[in-house]
């Protein structure tokens, strides 16, 4: 398995409110994005701490027998959530915080995925960029109620506003899904700094240009979302399964 990634501030934000995660081991290696909200510093606080409670759930992943990732990556979400809904309870200056999150744990072939908010996780088999994440978005539900067509969610005024978040509320409800995988498969994991600014097409070229090489691949991405505005944080992960 290869990795390749990137994040950048963009051209119209002060700071980086994502937060990625790639694993270091490979047993069970998790790749996350995590895409802050709310207040000055508060959404770089919710990814932040999305990251630490993920990292612990990672030992945990490694320490037990026979693991049941499913429930691991459920009790990842309710652990993290409750972190950053109790500390924009204590603390005035992260009211209303929340990150979206999106998690893969693979189990090869077998890749589970966590979902919440509007940052997404694509494969590619040679077939085009299928998206197995559905944004939870004022856009996204009218999309998928046949209210707008692709190009008006594209050019929507609303499509930055997120249904749900990790965080916001004292519970949350993630999206859980598993896909089975196969060499030469391709997963993109970002935040929507990178799906606001460049259509499916456009990231599908620039991956398949670049597919030996990830990191560069990963930076051609964001450089290219920067080029066409670059109006929120990009993050990106690349991973080739081989």
């Not at 390749?4 to 694993?23: C, H, M, P, W």
Request: charged share 25%; hydrophobic share 40%; aromatic share 6%.
């Amino acid at each position: 398995m290869k990795i390749g990634f990137s994040t950048d501030v963009g051209l119209k934000r002060e700071i980086n409110q994502d937060a990625l995660y790639v694993s270091k081991q490979q047993k069970f290696p998790i790749i996350a994005v995590a895409d802050g909200m709310g207040g000055h510093n508060a959404g770089e606080i919710a990814s932040a701490i999305f990251v630490e409670v993920l990292e612990e759930y990672e030992k945990i992943l490694l320490e037990t027998e026979d693991p049941i990732i499913p429930r691991i990556l459920n009790e990842v979400f309710e652990k993290a959530n409750n972190e950053i809904f109790k500390r924009s309870e204590i603390d005035e200056s992260c009211e209303g915080m929340g990150t979206t999150a999106t998690v893969a744990i693979i189990d090869w072939p077998t890749m589970y995925i966590g979902h919440v908010g509007d940052s997404r996780l694509y494969l590619y088999a040679g077939e085009g960029l299928k998206q197995l994440t559905k944004d939870h978005s004022i856009v996204g539900e009218m999309l998928r109620n046949g209210e707008i067509s692709d190009e008006e969610a594209n050019n929507h005024p609303q499509k930055n506003i997120i249904t749900k978040a990790v965080g916001t509320h004292e519970s949350v409800i993630a999206d859980f899904s598993e896909v089975e995988l196969d060499d030469g498969f391709m997963a993109l994991v970002c935040s929507d700094g990178l799906t606001n600014m460049l259509n499916s097409d456009e990231i599908e070229e620039i991956i398949s240009r670049h597919h030996e090489d990830l990191h560069f691949a990963s930076e051609e991405l964001v450089k290219k979302a920067n080029a066409s505005g670059g109006l929120d944080n990009i993050t990106v992960i690349l991973i080739k399964f081989d």
